[in-house]
C-alpha cells in the first residue's frame, strides 16, 4: 500500500475518534453542571486542560467560561483540534482515497462534515446543546459501523483502525488524569457526593457507566482507573486499546508477536506489555498522574514511530 493511503486512512480515522470525543468530554460536562453546587466556569478550564492546548486558548479566549470553551472546542476554524476543523481534515483525508473506501464512507464523512459546520451558524443560543452533541457521537459512530461493514478489512482498514485506537487510548488517559489531578477543587472533598458525581460522570464520558457497574456495582476511584486503564474487554479502556492496535499493526507487517522488525512494532508492543504486566493498586501508589503523563509521552513515541516507519516511506 502506498504510505500516501496509509497516512491518510491512519489519519482519517483518528481524525473522526478525535472529534467524538471532545463531544463527549463536553456533553458530560454540560449534565455535570446540574449536579454540582458551585460555579459552573470552574468546570470548563479542565476541559481545555484535557487538550493539552490550554495555553492556545488562553491567547485567544482569556479566562475560560462555558460559552468561551464551547465555542474554542467545537467551531473555531484557527484551532486545528476543534471538532469542525478535525472533521474538515477527516473529510480532505477522505476525499484523498476515495478510490479506496466505500461510497458509503465518503457519504457518511460528508453528511457528517457538513452537519456540524451548518451547526455552528444555528447554534449561537446553545439551546440546542444536548442533541447537538448527541448526535456527534452518532455520526460517529456510523461512520465507524460503515467502515467495519463496506470496506474490505486489508492493510488500509487497519491503518485505520490503528489510527482510531490510538487515538481513543490517548483521550480516555487524559479524562481520567483530569478528574484525577485537576477537576476535584479540594481535596477535602475526596469521597464526597460531589466526588462520586464526577467520577460517575467521567465514566458517562466514556460510555462506560453500565459495563462499569455490572462488573464493580459500587463507584469507587480505584476501580474506575483499574477499568478504564487494565480492562482488555471495553471497547474504550486504555489496555484494549493497546492489545487491539498492536493486532491492526501486526496484521500489516505480518510480524509474530514477541518479535519485532521496525520501531512502531518495538514501541507499540513495549507499550502494551508494560500495561499487561502492571496493577492498579502499583500505578497508584506510584502515582496515578505520573503514570498517565508517562504513557501520553509514550503514546507520542509509537505515533511518531509508525509515521516514521509507515509514511515518510519513499519521501
Not at 32 to 59: A, H, S
Request: aromatic residues 12%; charged residues 25%; contains cysteine.
Amino acid at each position: 500500500m502506498l504510505s500516501r493511503v496509509a497516512n491518510s486512512l491512519y489519519w482519517m480515522c483518528r481524525y473522526i475518534e478525535r472529534a467524538e470525543n471532545i463531544a463527549r468530554f463536553i456533553d458530560v460536562n454540560l449534565n455535570l453542571l446540574l449536579d454540582l453546587p458551585y460555579d459552573e466556569n470552574e468546570q470548563w478550564g479542565p476541559l481545555v486542560v484535557t487538550t493539552g492546548d490550554n495555553k492556545l486558548f488562553e491567547n485567544s479566549y482569556g479566562e475560560p467560561d462555558k460559552d468561551k470553551v464551547i465555542n474554542f472546542l467545537t467551531f473555531d476554524n484557527n484551532y486545528h483540534n476543534s471538532i469542525i476543523s478535525t472533521l474538515e481534515k477527516a473529510r480532505e483525508n477522505a476525499r484523498s482515497v476515495r478510490e479506496i473506501i466505500s461510497s458509503e464512507m465518503w457519504e457518511q464523512i460528508n453528511k457528517y462534515y457538513f452537519f456540524v459546520k451548518d451547526a455552528s451558524n444555528l447554534l449561537e443560543d446553545h439551546d440546542n446543546l444536548y442533541d447537538f452533541y448527541y448526535r456527534i457521537k452518532l455520526e460517529s459512530h456510523l461512520f465507524t459501523g460503515t467502515m467495519d461493514t463496506t470496506m474490505s478489512h486489508g492493510e488500509g482498514w487497519h491503518f485505520g483502525r490503528m489510527g482510531r485506537l490510538l487515538e481513543r487510548a490517548d483521550k480516555t488517559s487524559r479524562i481520567l488524569d483530569v478528574k484525577y489531578y485537576i477537576l476535584l477543587p479540594s481535596v477535602d472533598l475526596i469521597g464526597s457526593p460531589i466526588d462520586y458525581i464526577q467520577w460517575a460522570a467521567l465514566l458517562k464520558s466514556a460510555s462506560a457507566l453500565e459495563m462499569y457497574r455490572k462488573r464493580f456495582r459500587r463507584i469507587l476511584p480505584d476501580k474506575v482507573a483499574d477499568f478504564l486503564i487494565m480492562d482488555s474487554e471495553f471497547p474504550r479502556a486504555i489496555r484494549y486499546c493497546l492489545i487491539h492496535s498492536q493486532r491492526s499493526l501486526r496484521t500489516i507487517t505480518g510480524t509474530s508477536f514477541g518479535t519485532y522488525k521496525n520501531a512502531a512494532e518495538r514501541y507499540l508492543g513495549k507499550l502494551s506489555s508494560e500495561l499487561d504486566y502492571s496493577q492498579t493498586d502499583e500505578i497508584i501508589t506510584v502515582g496515578l498522574h505520573e503514570f498517565l503523563g508517562r504513557f501520553q509521552h509514550d503514546l507520542n513515541v509509537v505515533g511518531n514511530s509508525i509515521h516514521e516507519t509507515f509514511f515518510e516511506v519513499g519521501k
